[in-house]
């Protein structure tokens, strides 16, 4: 295999575990023996070998003198599991192809220097962007202490997400619905804010999907017998609770309130990946409900401008994943039919603080799925 085709395969093995190894990273390892077999591995839930374990145990003594791609640079300490960077060089690898380097102070660098000191060959940088965009949310944690916030809305093609009564079932389709109970099964925690509990009583569960539920949190205070119920209770800023969710080992969190805490975020500058479910509907009105409450950019030079990283087609409807601009001379190829860190297809059955403990409106609601 060729360094790039064998890295795709690595990252698509780590695609498949996105919604069970946090708080670890998903990493994908291909292995090819000498005699040209391949073997390969992903990281497994906590606890379980990492991606290179699995890989070398499904090898056994035909990885001797082969080689090694993986996603993400090999551990070289022992936690959970023993270190990579060892296992690798015990089983006598003799070429190693990492994506990125890990960016944990615990590991970075310190594994590839191990392989180097034991004379392993080792290439670092392979589809580094796709591996980087692919885990971004363990990059941004490990380097800020704080996760990853995604932003879900879905709308129709004027930007509205309810019609002015207030009734928003169905804008998008079964398919849209179900993949975004797949991005919801790939975060840590889901927001939302007390409005929207009292107003739709989500249960903010995993479903149509498999996948374990995510932490809930209430913006505000949710009565004892809401459905969100155990829920994380959070009455401050913004900015705190991303503190206090990294402390928790939360690697994303998905914002699943409505306008308001929609708005909240955006203006804060505090969500790292948007992503819109655009329906072929049109209300054609400025009286429906809009995807963000409170003031806006004041001028078009104030307006936030990003880069799209994916668009995929979801039965009858879009959904478009937007990142702030990227650079393009490291930007990945623009996924057209598939989600950074989506399923391979798509499903039909990845400024001043603004205080949040305030009651939001009646009208600030979930749109979709409960």
């Known amino acids: 295999m060729n360094d790039t085709e064998a890295m795709l395969q690595a990252i698509d093995l780590a695609a498949a575990v996105r919604a069970t190894t946090a708080p670890n990273p998903w990493v994908g390892c291909v292995i090819e023996a000498p005699d040209g077999r391949i073997f390969t591995g992903a990281t497994s839930p ?11 145990a499904a090898a056994g003594e035909a990885a001797r003198g082969g080689t090694a791609w993986v996603t993400l640079e090999p551990c ?12 690798l060089i015990d089983a006598g690898i003799r070429r190693v192809v990492v994506g990125i380097e ?9 594994g590839l220097q191990r392989l180097r000191d034991a004379g392993v060959e080792v290439e670092v940088g392979v589809e580094a962007p796709a ?11 490990r380097t800020t202490g704080r996760p990853w916030v995604v932003l879900k809305l879905g709308a129709s093609v004027d930007g509205r997400t309810a019609a002015p009564d207030g009734s928003s079932q169905w804008i998008t389709g079964g398919a849209a619905r179900a993949d975004a109970h797949q ?3 790939v975060s840590d925690a889901v927001v939302v804010g007390a409005g929207t509990v009292r107003v739709d009583d989500p249960s903010l569960t995993v479903r149509h999907v498999e996948g374990a539920d995510p932490l809930r949190v209430v913006l505000g205070r949710a009565a004892p017998d809401a459905k969100v119920q155990p829920a994380l209770e959070f009455e401050g800023e913004l900015t705190d609770l991303l503190d206090q969710l990294g402390q928790r080992g939360v690697l994303q969190v998905l914002v699943e309130g ?3 805490v929609a ?25 429906a409900r809009p995807m963000f409450a409170g003031p806006g950019a004041p001028t078009i030079a104030d307006v936030w401008r990003g880069a799209f990283s994916a668009v995929v087609p979801l039965g009858a409807d879009l959904r478009l994943d937007l990142l702030p601009a990227l650079d393009p001379a490291t930007a990945p190829a623009l996924p057209v039919g598939r989600a950074a860190g989506a399923a391979e297809e798509p499903i039909t059955g990845s400024t001043p603080a603004v205080p949040v403990d305030l009651p939001l409106p009646a009208d600030d609601h979930l749109q979709e799925d409960r």
């Open 46 to 56: 906590p606890g379980g070998p990492h991606a290179e374990a699995v890989a070398l």
């Open 183 to 185: 991005l919801r099964a």
């Open 131 to 141: 591996v980087r965009l692919q885990l971004a949310p363990y990059l941004k944690h």
């Open 263 to 287: 708005g909240a975020f955006h203006r804060e500058g505090l969500v790292d990946q948007y992503v819109f479910y655009v329906a072929p509907v049109i209300f054609g009105g400025s009286d």
């Open 76 to 87: 070289p300490h022992v936690g959970r599991t023993p270190p990579c960077a060892d296992a």
């Open 102 to 110: 890990d960016p944990d102070p615990a590991a970075s660098g310190v």
């Open 258 to 260: 409505g306008a308001t």
